[in-house]
């Protein structure tokens, strides 16, 4: 149990919320918070890279861009434009389980920035000669980010390929060359119906807003776009491994080999407490100077430049349901140290299952992490696309104020369990072989 | 029939900050900041270090990486621990003109953090071992680092914009690192590390006069006045022709131009900022607009006002697909060409004033973004009032000061560039459209 002084420390956030569903089914979250003039507004879409047909590979990514082309009521450039001159910035991004639409703007031009969203909501301007623009955009954005980069896409792009079976966990989200290519109009008009219907999203303003008067203006600009049936979601889950695998991946430009291991771990919404014990898990492995894979592999036997433990495929542990993942990775300048670095790895998961952790471990790792959870909500901006986020994939955007206290909650002994799941047997290795190495 | 996109409300004004300034008796100059939102507090020392002593730059690397490896009988892990468990972080960073000392933590534990911070400024260990680790991982850092197109590019413009100057140096030579030793860090750290002259900013939910209190109080014991040696002054970079540096198979060229520009305090300076966004410094921009939105030649292009204590300059950088090298090169001469030639339009610095007022309040309204401005302000003699002043000089600055600072700015002829790429393949098409060197 956690000591009651531990409990007494930690600060939590209060926000006050309020919740809406429209009559087409859009669910709304609304987070006043008048102590600066500015807004943030969130469109999620429940629907992300695992969601894209085979042969389609990249193409919920290549929709986020589409749906900045133009939409009902905006020619192409408009969408940037009303944004950019009203004093605002936006984007979008496409994750494993869901796409994101947001701006953050000075409050003044909040109707204005609901009516953008609403307008690509009703319809986006899908055309031959925007879709051909957009495929050389995202053509160059993967350039940019894989191709043409040391560790590319090392290794959220190869390591779903060992550690998952099926298409939707272990394809490529940013899509091959040739399936992006052969994608078209009719894929991307398909996309949108499906998807893309207000029953589908979540739509979360926060910030300077006056309640009622704001539910007035999302009724005035959602409130007409045609309810449409609500895709039904195919439960994505996947099993522990039952036997170790390893791949390697060649990189032409990587100076210095690095590895990424990786491990299945639960449904993180059905299992939250779990979930929230292997976050502090990853915390107590890689946070700081002080942390266990930073003293082992860094500090005492000079086995690697770096070493990072995280939850969830991209780095954010609540950004993902049914499958989530557990991953370890590394830099180092000895290509012939993999062994040595798998086994202080297993020794020190062991090492805290058998004999738990220090007195104060817990507190100290899970004291900061309350704080970083508490550092990301004072943008605008963030808050509300974690309320949008958690409304959307946890059902519960309240869920935001009490994760410290459910962090507070978590025992000793259940980040042992967690540590102990972790077994050689159940990880999939990913090794990156340097073909820049001199 | 288009429904019209809803107009602007009236604005809202922002809160005032309180804020409390002293300069001590050491000579640190100490400026905190009421602001809450979050139960934090941001921290921001700021050091001048910058030298022309060749043996500097691999000195102070090593010193920035070292320094919180220990401090007044506390380890290495000992120090992370306490950092920690207040809920907070310390990191330490350099370029040529400053080292950075950055933190964040629990509102309540700030005196705390400050007397961790005390004893590295004061009784930093360097321990050998310490520093040999971190010379190690930083030479595999550096490879890593130089093994990327968009470092390669830099290093390379760095060198023909400021010559022999200090500032052509952003990373040190794996050479000088390698030679390094942990007693030349600890007289480095004796000679530099010193409070007068530095600015320590505090920003977050507390009473800015009793942090000054805590400030003094945990500081005491830091005194005295860094070593400074002569600075070369910065002369006027050349022009001439585009360097071509052979980076074989990659399939982006990564084109860099920079040129001269003004400071923050320069009368001219509004009308460079908002000629900079009607350019390519925001999405909205001239040369966005052209190569991605109408060519799809780059995921995206971006120029920028970079701000150094002796000097400021314009920077261009963007990543295009190899086989559009040369088109994208002549599209961006075109566009240099013609804001540097013809006078930009009213909507244009309409637009861009709105998006520059809205951003610069954006980036300003968390207690880390407004920190972080404020730090780099107080690096060339600037506060709160410049923020705070900054909307009106935008808003008083017209089309006619913009299209001469466009004019005096962005001519492509004062410009000098390089660009990183497949030589065999892009040359010839460079070498079609002017001058260019191996």
Same mark, same amino acid.
């Given at each position: ?438 | ?38 139960? $934090?507090?941001?921290?921001? #020392?700021?050091? @001048? =270090?910058?030298? *022309? %002593?060749?043996?500097?730059?691999? +000195?102070?690397? &090593? !010193? ?51 007397? $961790?911070?005390?004893?590295? #400024?004061?009784? @930093? =260990?360097?321990? *050998? %071992?310490?520093?040999?680790?971190? +010379?190690?991982? &930083? !030479? ?51 000679? $530099? ?246």
């Amino acid at each position: 149990m956690p000591s009651s002084a531990t409990l007494a420390k930690l600060p939590a956030p209060s926000f006050e919320l309020v919740q809406h569903t429209l009559d087409n089914g859009l669910r709304v979250v609304l987070a006043p918070d008048r102590s600066a003039p500015v807004v943030g507004i969130a469109v999620l879409y429940d629907v992300g890279m695992r969601s894209e047909p085979e042969g389609r590979t990249g193409f919920a990514h290549l929709f986020e861009h589409l749906m900045f082309q133009g939409s009902a009521n905006l020619e192409k450039l408009e969408h940037f434009r009303y944004v950019q001159s009203s004093g605002g910035m936006f984007n979008g991004s496409t994750h494993l389980d869901y796409t994101n639409y947001f701006e953050a703007l000075p409050s003044n031009a909040l109707e204005r920035g609901l009516f953008l969203e609403a307008d690509r909501m009703l319809s986006p301007r899908i055309t031959e000669e925007n879709l051909a623009n957009q495929l050389d955009v995202v053509k160059n954005e993967i350039r940019v980010n894989v191709l043409n980069r040391p560790y590319g896409g090392f290794p959220w792009i190869y390591l779903p390929a060992v550690l998952f079976d099926s298409f939707a966990n272990s394809h490529n989200g940013y899509g091959g060359f040739e399936d992006l290519e052969s994608a078209s109009v009719g894929d991307a008009k398909d996309f949108f119906n499906r998807y893309y219907a207000p029953a589908n999203a979540v739509l979360a303003v926060a910030g300077d807003l006056a309640v009622d008067e704001t539910l007035e203006l999302i009724e005035h600009h959602f409130g007409p776009i045609t309810k449409r049936r609500k895709p039904r979601r195919p439960n994505f889950g996947e099993p522990p491994l039952d036997g170790e695998r390893r791949e390697r991946h060649d990189d032409a430009q990587a100076p210095m080999p690095a590895v990424a291991i990786g491990y299945r771990v639960g449904d993180p919404v059905r299992g939250l407490s779990g979930h929230l014990a292997m976050l502090l898990l990853a915390e107590v492995l890689s946070d700081g100077d002080a942390s266990r894979l930073q003293q082992r592999l860094v500090q005492r036997d000079h086995l690697v430049t770096d070493v990072s433990a995280y939850l969830g495929e991209f780095g954010d542990p609540f950004d993902e349901r049914d499958p989530s993942a557990f991953t370890i990775t590394a830099h180092y300048p000895d290509a012939r140290s993999l062994d040595a670095i798998l086994a202080a790895v297993d020794e020190e998961l062991d090492r805290i299952a058998t004999d738990g952790l220090e007195p104060g471990e817990l507190d100290r790792v899970r004291t900061r992490l309350v704080s970083v959870l508490m550092r990301e909500l004072d943008s605008v901006l963030n808050r509300t696309l974690e309320f949008a986020k958690f409304e959307l994939i946890y059902g519960r955007a309240d869920l935001v104020a009490e994760l410290p206290g459910r962090l507070a909650a978590v025992s000793e002994g259940a980040i042992r369990k967690a540590a102990a799941t972790l077994r050689p047997d159940r990880r999939a290795v990913l090794e990156l072989v340097a073909g820049g190495a001199q | 029939m288009t429904t019209p996109v809803p107009e602007l409300t009236k604005p809202r004004k922002a809160r005032k900050l309180s804020l409390a300034e002293r300069t001590l008796d050491s000579g640190l100059r100490v400026v905190a900041v009421r602001k809450p939102g979050v139960p $934090l507090a941001e921290v921001r #020392l700021r050091v @001048p =270090t910058l030298s *022309a %002593r060749p043996t500097h730059p691999a +000195r102070i690397s &090593l !010193l920035s990486d070292a320094m919180l490896t220990g401090a007044a009988g506390l380890d290495r892990s000992g120090l992370a621990a306490s950092v920690q468990a207040l809920g907070g972080d310390l990191s330490v960073s350099v370029d040529a003109d400053r080292l950075l000392v950055g933190g964040n933590v629990l509102a309540t534990n700030l005196p705390a953090l400050l007397q $961790l911070i005390a004893s590295v #400024l004061i009784e @930093p =260990t360097y321990a *050998a %071992r310490e520093v040999a680790t971190e +010379r190690d991982r &930083l !030479l595999e850092r550096l490879t890593i680092a130089r093994s990327r197109p968009g470092v390669i590019a830099s290093e390379a413009l760095g060198l023909r914009i400021w010559g022999r100057h200090p500032y052509a140096v952003d990373l040190p030579q794996p050479e000088a690192v390698a030679a390094t030793t942990a007693a030349q860090v600890r007289r480095l750290h004796d000679e $530099l590390i010193r409070p007068d002259g530095a600015t320590l900013v505090i920003v977050g939910d507390l009473s800015p006069n009793r942090a000054l209190g805590q400030v003094e109080k945990a500081l005491a014991g830091w005194t005295g006045a860094p070593l400074t040696g002569r600075v070369p002054a910065l002369s006027a970079s050349p022009a001439g022709p585009l360097l071509i540096v052979d980076r074989p198979g990659s399939v982006q060229s990564s084109l860099r131009l920079g040129g001269e520009a003004v400071p923050r305090s320069d009368p001219r300076y509004p009308a460079l900022q908002l000629a900079n966004l009607i350019f390519g410094g925001y999405f909205s921009s001239r040369w966005t607009e052209n190569i991605r939105e109408d060519k799809g030649y780059t995921y995206g292009p971006h120029s920028r006002i970079d701000h150094h204590v002796l000097g400021s300059t314009l920077m261009f950088d963007v990543e295009v697909a190899t086989e559009v090298t040369a088109p994208a090169v002549l599209e961006t001469r075109y566009e240099l060409g013609r804001i540097a030639s013809l006078p930009v339009t009213e909507s244009e610095v309409a637009a861009v004033r709105q998006y520059a007022i809205g951003t610069l309040a954006l980036g300003t309204a968390t207690q880390a973004g407004l920190a972080s401005n404020l730090s780099a302000l107080a690096g060339v003699g600037l506060g709160l009032d410049w923020i705070l002043e900054h909307p009106a000089r935008l808003t008083a600055t017209g089309v006619d000061d913009v299209s001469a600072a466009a004019a005096e700015f962005f001519a492509p002829a004062r410009l000098t560039g390089v660009v990183v790429g497949d030589a065999e393949r892009i040359a010839e098409p460079l070498a079609a459209l002017g001058d260019v060197e191996r």
